[in-house]
């Protein structure tokens, strides 16, 4: 292994640990996962992951806890997304148990890539599924291979969690209603580059999608959803036929109302952002970004400091992260543990 890595360094960047995982999907039926090394893949050159997008993936975390053991987070409700996501792209459906023993797999073979516990470094899991055959009339693949790989990311926020600001994207949509926003097709985010291109251009790190029919309703960022907590301490999240259901955003709406707050999953409509107090961006990569402002055309809206989270937001992140690297309970049984 790479022994000079300086885990409070580390990007969101990849990294080969030499070892993946595979498993195939070959006359109706899946092998068992089983590790391969190398990082290159020998496709045939009409495979429809290439040409017609069927190719969908998955990201999680593995976490050096406090004990020194190394568990996985809501893995199992990562596969179920995984397959809900084949479903819709008229994929072979990964069963749960495959997608979880290639997953334990390939943490187990990159223990030594699991940073260590008080770094704030974490390891990414990758799992990608994609289709092989080789197919031109448009129809969907015989064959698809499922992948996980792994490497070491992060702290996402080296100097703690620091607000960013947001731009209202017009010009484009991600997602269209009944479309695919709601799976994690690779598709989505190249939909998304020139968008984000742009915004990132003008200064703004993240852009906010709207709902594509009438851009009256919030959708989510490109790549983490919306959550806005109101003057009086809602916890405020889109539901939305054409967002990604976020495992983040799933567990901090779990741990919300646990900790009091009303929990509102519904339709946000934009002329609703003034009453947000707070803002933040939520996914796996980053737990939860705050959103210091948000730019609509030639109105800017502030939320909160320019240099520090809101209060809610904090006690969330904190309580996720506890759970997370297991030095607060796991009372809702979300860690997998791994070796
Ligand atoms: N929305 C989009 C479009 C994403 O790509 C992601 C990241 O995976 C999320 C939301 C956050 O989802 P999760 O919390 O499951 O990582
Ligand atoms: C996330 O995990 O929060 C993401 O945004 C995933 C992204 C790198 C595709």
């Known amino acids: 292994m790479d022994t000079t890595i300086s885990w409070k360094e580390l990007g969101f960047r990849y990294l080969d640990t030499g070892v993946y995982a595979r498993a195939d999907f070959r006359h109706g039926a899946w092998s068992a996962a089983a590790a391969c090394s190398g990082a290159s893949l020998t496709l045939h050159i009409a495979a429809t992951c290439l040409h017609y997008g069927q190719s969908c993936f998955e990201g999680l975390?593995?976490?050096?806890?406090?004990?020194?053991?190394?568990a996985c987070f809501r893995a199992d409700t990562h596969a179920?997304?995984?397959?809900?996501?084949?479903?819709?792209?008229?994929?072979?459906?990964?069963?749960?148990?495959v997608f979880l023993d290639a997953v334990r797999m390939i943490v187990a073979k990159n223990d030594a890539y699991v940073p260590?516990?008080?770094?704030?470094?974490?390891?990414y899991v990758r799992p990608l599924l994609i289709g092989t055959s080789a197919v031109i009339?448009?129809?969907?693949?015989?064959d698809y291979a499922f992948i996980v790989f792994a490497m070491p990311v992060g702290p996402y926020y080296k100097d703690g969690m620091v607000p960013v600001r947001a731009y209202v994207q017009e010009d484009y949509d991600r997602a269209a209603p009944h479309g695919v926003g709601h799976v994690k097709a690779a598709g989505n985010y190249a939909a998304g580059l020139v968008g984000d291109i742009e915004v990132k251009q003008k200064g703004y790190p993240v852009s906010l999608y709207l709902d594509a029919a009438t851009h009256s309703l919030i959708d989510e960022f490109g790549t983490s959803n919306f959550i806005g907590i109101t003057r009086d301490g809602r916890y405020v999240t889109p539901k939305s036929p054409s967002i990604l259901e976020s495992v983040t955003n799933d567990s901090l709406r779990t741990i919300a109302r646990d900790l009091g707050l009303k929990v509102e999953h519904r339709p946000v409509r934009w002329d609703e952002i003034e009453e947000f107090a707070e803002i933040g961006a939520c996914g796996t990569a980053a737990v939860?970004?705050?959103?210091?402002?948000?730019t609509r055309g030639d109105r800017t809206l502030r939320f909160g400091s320019e240099d520090k989270p809101g209060k809610t937001l904090q006690r969330l992140y904190d309580e996720i992260q506890g759970i997370q690297y297991g030095t607060i309970a796991d009372r809702y049984g979300w860690m997998m543990p791994v070796g």
């Not at 397959?83 to 994929?91: D, F, G, Y």
């Not at 260590?116 to 390891?123: E, N, R, S, V, Y």
């Not at 939860?288 to 948000?294: D, E, G, K, L, R």
Request: proline share 10%.
């Open 61 to 70: 975390k593995a976490f050096r806890q406090a004990s020194g053991k190394v």
């Open 80 to 97: 179920r997304r995984m397959m809900h996501s084949a479903q819709r792209l008229a994929m072979a459906p990964v069963p749960e148990n």
């Open 116 to 123: 260590p516990f008080g770094t704030g470094a974490t390891l």
């Open 137 to 142: 009339g448009v129809h969907p693949s015989d």
């Open 288 to 294: 939860i970004t705050p959103i210091s402002s948000i």
